[in-house]
C-alpha cells in the first residue's frame, strides 16, 4: 500500500533512505522553509535545543534566529503571535513543547486560531500548523503524558493529523504547512525514534529525499486483512501491525487502518474496511469516552449498523489520568497486550 | 554581604511601610551560630538527597539511557544548587502553612517537612508512596504539612492564593509561599496571580528561583527585564532580588516577607539568583550550556561550609557528622522506599473521584 504519493520523476530511484520520523518531521519542516519565506518555526527550545523531541534538530543553524525563534514560557502570547501573524499572511509554525500544555494556551486555540475563518465568514486565512509531543509510556505522570486529540478534534476549525510513520511524518508536515487552515500536527514521543526512550523497530522508515504531500483526510490501510479491523493512529499503528504479525501465526487475518488524520476523517475507509471484516476494534491511545473510538464505531453505526458482525471494542485509556507508577500506566495504556486481547475478543 | 536589590518603592508610589522591613542593624548583625548551622543542615540534607536520587536514578538505565526504564523512570528534575532558596525560606514556616512548588520540587519538600520516607517512595512509584504512585516526582502531595506541587510552569502560583485565601477567611494567620523558576515569570498565572494576591492583600510569598536558565533558554533570551522585583512594585508589593545564591540573605528576606504576610500586610515577592548545578532533567546534555566552566565554583554548598568553619560555626567533625546523619537519613528514605510494593493494576483506576 503506499502512503505517499509517488514523486513525479520516475528516472533512476535514488537507494532506499531509513530515517527517524523526527528527522523526517525537520526534513518537511526545512524543504517548506527552503520553499517559502513566509514559513517560520516557534517554541520553546526550538532553537540550539533542536526541539526537546528532536522536532527542529538543525534548523535554526541552517534557517537562523529570525526564522527559528526560541520563545519565553509564554504560550498563550506565542500562540497568538502564530495566529496573528497568519492572518498577516506568514506560515507559522508553533510548537507546544507538550499537548498536555494547551491548558494555558487554549483561548488562543481554539477561540482564536480556530474560529477566526469562519467568523469573519471566511474573509480571514488562518494557516497555522500547531506542532506538539503527544503520548505516554515512559512515566512522566498525568501532565506530561496524554494524547489529546480527541479534543482538539472535538472543537471545530482545527484540523488534526497525527503521523505514525517517518514518511507520514515529512509528507504530513508539508501538507500542514501548505494548507489554508489550522493544522494540528501530534507526534507521539515513542514514535519518533529518540536514541533516549524505548523505540519500536517501526520508528524507523524510508523517506523519500523530495518533497511530497501525503494528503490530510485520507487513512491508510498499512496491513490488509480479511477477519478483523483495527482502526488506530500514531504509536498505536505500531503496536497494531505487531500484534497483526503475531496474530497470523494463529491464521487471524487482520487489517490495520491508520487514520493519519482526524479532521478531516476519512469515514469512508473505515467503513469500507469494516464492510470486508464484519470485526471492529478501535485503539486509541487518549481517554475513552467522548472521544475518536466512539467516533470510529458511531460512522460504522450511522452508515449501517449491520456492518458489524459482532459488537465493535474498544481498546483506550479508561477514564482515569495516566498514573506514574510503570505498572499501572502499563494497564491503562492500550499495549499490545490488550490489543491483542480485544481482537481475540472479536474473533469469538 | 549579599547584593540585595529592592525595587522601584518610591517610583511606584508605595508607603514607606510597604517594604520589607529592612533594618539595617539587624541585617548586618550575624545570623545566631545555631540558626547558621540548621541554613548548612538542611542544603547538605537536600545535597544527599539529590545526589541519592540522581545515582538510583541512572543506576539501572545503562547501558543505554533510556528515559522510562529502571527503578525510578520518567523526567528527573534535580534542584542542586537550589539549596539555598529552599533552606532559607523555610525556617520562617510552620506546617500549618502552605508551600507551592514547581517540576523541581525536592528541596522545597525537603526543606518544609514533607515526610521524606513517603516521598522517596512516590518517587519510586511505590504504593507507599504520598500519592500511592499515582503522581510521581513532579507531583509530590503532602497535606499533612499544606505542600503541593505542578509540572506546568507557572500553574502552582494561583493555588496557593487560594490556599492564602482560605487561611485568612478562616481566621488563621497561616501564610502560603508559591515558588516558581524565573522562566515561569513569563508566564500570565504569575502576572495574573501577583495582581489579585495584592488586590485581595492576601498573606503570600512568591519566590522566584532565577538559575539563570528555562531549559537551554538562558535568561536574557527570554525575559525583557533583568530583575523580577520590578513585577513585584509594578503589582503593588514589595519585591527584593538577592544575589550570589547567599542562603542568609534567603532567611533575612523571608523572614520579613513571611512575618509581612502573617501581620496580614499582604503579599510580597523575593527573587534569588541560584544555581542549577546540573542538567535541567537528567540525562540533558546540556551542550547550550554557555555557563559550564563556572558552575562548579559557584556551588553554594561549599562556599557556605568554608564560610562557617572560618567564622567558628562549624569544625571538621561536627561537618563529618551532619553529612553522616543526612547519608543515613537518606538511607532510610530509599531502604522505606526500595520495601514498599508496587501498586496492584487492579486499582488503576482508583482515585479519580472522592
Ligand atoms: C506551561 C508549560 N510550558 C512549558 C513547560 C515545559 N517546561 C518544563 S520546565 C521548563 C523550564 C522552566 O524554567 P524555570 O521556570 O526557570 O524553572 P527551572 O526549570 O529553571 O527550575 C519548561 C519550559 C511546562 N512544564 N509547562
Known sequence: ??????????????????????????????????????????????GAYGGIFSSTTGLLERFGPERVLDTPISETAFMGLATGAAVEGMRPIVELMFADFFGVCMDQIYNHMAKIHFESGGNVKVPVVLTSAVGGGYSDGAQHSQCLWGTFAHLPGMKVVIPSTPADAKGLMISAIRDDNPVIYL??????????????????????PEPYETPIGKAAVVRSGRDVTVVTVSLSVHYALDVADELATDGIDVEVLDLRSLVPLDRDAIVESVGRTGRLVVVDEDYQSFGMSAEVMATVAERDPSLFAVPPVRVAVPDVPIPYARALEQTVLPTPERIRSAVRQVMG | MAAISQSGFSQSGFSQSDHPRSDDSEADRPLE???????????????????????????????????????????????????????????????????????????????????????????????GGLGHGRGGHMHLFDPAVHFSCSGIIAEGLPPALGQAF???QRGTDSVAVAVTGEGAANQGAFHESLNLAALWKLPVVFVVEDNDWGISVDRGASTAVADNSPRAAANAMPGVRIEDNDVEAVYRAARQAVERARAGEGPSLIEVHTLRLWGHFEGDPQTYRSDLETVEERDPIPRYRRLLLEAGVLDEASAERIAADAAAEVDRAVEFALASPEPDPATASAYVFA
Open chain 1, 1 to 46: 500500500m503506499t502512503v505517499v504519493e509517488e514523486p513525479a520523476s520516475k528516472a533512476a530511484p535514488p537507494p532506499p533512505r531509513r530515517l527517524t520520523m523526527a528527522k523526517a518531521m525537520v526534513e518537511g519542516i526545512a524543504a517548506e522553509m527552503e520553499r517559502d519565506p513566509s514559513v517560520f518555526y516557534l517554541g520553546e527550545d526550538v
Open chain 1, 187 to 208: 507526534f507521539h514521543k515513542g514514535a519518533m525514534g529518540l536514541a533516549w526512550m524505548t523505540k519500536t523497530r517501526r520508528a524507523l522508515g524510508e523517506v523519500p
Open chain 2, 33 to 127: 551560630g545555631s540558626v547558621r548551622l540548621d541554613l548548612y543542615r538542611t542544603m547538605v540534607l537536600i545535597r544527599t538527597y539529590e545526589e541519592r536520587i540522581r545515582q538510583e536514578y541512572h543506576a539501572d538505565k545503562t547501558p543505554g539511557f533510556d528515559i522510562g526504564a529502571g527503578k525510578i523512570p520518567g523526567e528527573m528534575h534535580l534542584a542542586a544548587g537550589q539549596e539555598p532558596v529552599a533552606a532559607g525560606v523555610c525556617p520562617h514556616l510552620r506546617p500549618s502553612d502552605a508551600l507551592t512548588a514547581t517540576h523541581r520540587p525536592h528541596h522545597l519538600a525537603i526543606a518544609h517537612g514533607v515526610d521524606l520516607a513517603r516521598m522517596t517512595a512516590e518517587i519510586f512509584g511505590r504504593e
Open chain 2, 166 to 168: 482560605a487561611f485568612r
